[in-house]
């Protein structure tokens, strides 16, 4: 059994809207993706980065395309 991001894996889609001002927010990608790239050196900020998330969620970051105020959300990981 694998755990998948729905999100990351094109499964659905979920919609914020921005708190802001209340326009649909753009889903920029999982964090943890991105910190993929990042050299082993930085393994420590990326922990720090990650600590709070739960295992079995995949924290996505969310754009707001009217106002640019920017949120992460935690995705919860589905059974697939
Ligand atoms: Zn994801
Ligand atoms: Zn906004």
Redesign the pocket.
Known sequence: MNLV????NGLYKVVFNCSQCNTIMVDK??L??LMDDYSPYLLDEITYLVDGVKRGE???TYRCPNCGFKQNYS?E?KVF
């Open positions: 991001c729905p999100l990351c990608g999982p943890v993706n995949c924290l996505h995705i990981r």
